[in-house]
């Protein structure tokens, strides 16, 4: 009676190997996760930002162009609020404007406005003025500034 021998299975060099193989490879994606988690975040950031700088804009147009040109020292204007005539916003972590006092606050927003240019001509646009925002993370405390035209709205 004779036995058939069978070579149907690993051997141990092979399982060492293949292991070895998996764990250099799982090693090599764990390390790119902070990488990847950073653009995430930075992504994130970026778009939060421009929500901002966009509710910013907004919130300018519809006020009316005295009020920048002759700034009250203190108190709320909308959304802004007045330390010293300058005119400040606060925001949350997804861009949505929120109290100086909020548990949510993560955004502090800065504005400084130059004085309105006279424009030429004799359209309905006389003035335009330069607005400098200058937002800081008060959490990384990154800074950023963005710089835009405020034109006189006509009220």
């Not at 950031?45 to 421009?50: E, K, R």
């Not at 910013?56 to 330390?83: A, D, M, N, R, Y």
């Not at 949350?92 to 006092?101: H, L, Q, V, Y």
């Amino acid at each position: 009676m004779t036995k058939n021998k069978s070579n149907n299975a690993f051997t141990l060099v092979e399982v060492t190997l293949a292991l070895g193989i998996m764990a250099f490879s799982l090693v090599a994606i764990l390390g790119l996760l902070p990488v990847a988690l950073h653009a995430v975040n930075s992504a994130l950031n970026l778009g939060v930002q421009a929500r901002i700088l966009q509710a910013t804009q907004t919130e300018l147009l519809s006020i009316p162009f005295s009020t920048w040109t002759s700034p009250p020292t203190t108190g709320h204007v909308g959304l802004f609020f007045f330390k010293n005539g300058t005119p400040y916003l606060f925001f949350d972590e997804n861009g949505i404007s929120c109290e100086e006092t909020d548990a949510q606050k993560r955004y502090d927003i800065i504005l400084e406005i130059s004085t309105p240019t006279a424009l030429p001509g004799g359209g309905e646009l006389k003035h335009m003025g330069t607005v400098q925002l200058t937002g800081s993370n008060v959490i990384t405390h990154r800074t950023y500034t963005n710089q835009f035209y405020l034109p006189d709205n006509g009220y």
